[in-house]
């Protein structure tokens, strides 16, 4: 399985419309998102991407699901950090992954770490590296969103899974 990594910091003119600006410039504004909880399959791929994901398979408003982070303001000054991360076992390829949001880079950084670390003692792990994507900035004249994602597979309304 593929997993994909994205990130954007969108502006709007409401915090929804500077979300929707995310989901657009990260690739997923036309599924439905589905959130997930925090396990990796074993034999996944993750792929980090500087930009949009990918075209994936399905349609207008099928079920994408998903990992991700999400922080919004209106507040001139106030900044929006958000931000993923994850461990994987480099031989099984099944891992972790933890998303966190707050108002600053660093708090953001060290909750991912935190999490992490704690996720993989509660499951008698070996610790592994971590590895992140964390996304922000301040709103200045219109709200903000930072949102960082991780896409994992596309199922429509049938049922029917689309396997990236």
């Known amino acids: 399985m593929k997993v994909y990594v994205s990130s954007a ?27 997930l909880s925090s396990v990796l399959p074993p034999e ?18 099928d ?6 982070a999400e922080m919004r303001s209106s507040t001139v000054g106030e900044e929006c950090w958000a931000g993923v991360g994850w461990v994987q076992d480099p031989v099984t390829k ?43 900035g301040a709103c200045q004249d219109n709200p903000i969103c930072a949102f960082a994602v991780v896409a994992f597979q596309v199922s429509d309304w049938n049922n029917t899974a689309h396997l990236q």
């Open 9 to 35: 910091v969108g502006w709007g003119s409401t915090q929804l419309s500077a979300f929707d600006k995310a989901l657009v410039d990260t690739g997923v504004a036309n599924y439905n998102l589905i959130r």
């Open 94 to 136: 099944k891992g972790l992954f933890v998303e966190h949001e707050g108002h600053s880079e660093a708090q953001v950084r060290a909750d991912i770490d935190a999490s992490l670390r704690d996720l993989q003692k509660n499951r008698g792990m070996e610790e592994l590296p971590i590895s992140s994507r964390v996304v922000g």
């Open 63 to 68: 079920r994408l699901y998903v990992v991700y």
């Open 44 to 61: 996944s791929e993750v792929i980090e991407l500087d930009g949009p994901i990918p075209p994936l398979p399905g349609s207008w408003g």
